[in-house]
């Protein structure tokens, strides 16, 4: 995740776009993942992904494994978008949280 997706994010907390889980976009909110575009409309999801500077097939690992927020579901293993859905979704992390927390990736 790149500088431009992690602006993108914290201008959607700014300006109070209703978070949800479980969908990119439902009833006027958006998840994570919805705030940059992915899911909406003609995007097409490997431009967005390249837009944002999200690397396919990189691992990267859930900022709060090992932690006592720690779920079920944190793993070292997830690619990038898969863990914007989970640090939104699994943890319910705010907008701005997924925007400061989100780790460099690291080579899986
Ligand atoms: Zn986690």
Not at 14 to 21: D, S
Not at 66 to 71: A, E, K
Not at 85 to 104: C, Q, T
Request: glycine share 10%; proline share 3%.
């Amino acid at each position: 995740m790149n500088q431009e997706a992690r602006d993108k994010l914290v201008e959607a907390e700014l300006a109070g776009v209703k978070q949800i889980k479980g969908n990119f976009s439902h009833s006027g909110g958006r998840c994570a993942l919805g705030v940059l575009g992915f899911g909406l409309g003609n995007n097409n999801a490997k431009e967005l992904m390249i837009k944002y500077g999200f690397i396919e097939h990189k691992l990267c690992k859930c900022p709060l494994l090992n932690t006592d927020l720690d779920t079920y579901s944190c793993s070292t293993r997830m690619t990038e978008t898969q863990l914007v859905v989970h640090m939104n979704d699994d943890h319910s992390m705010s907008f701005l949280d997924i925007a400061r927390k989100f780790p460099e990736p690291t080579n899986g």
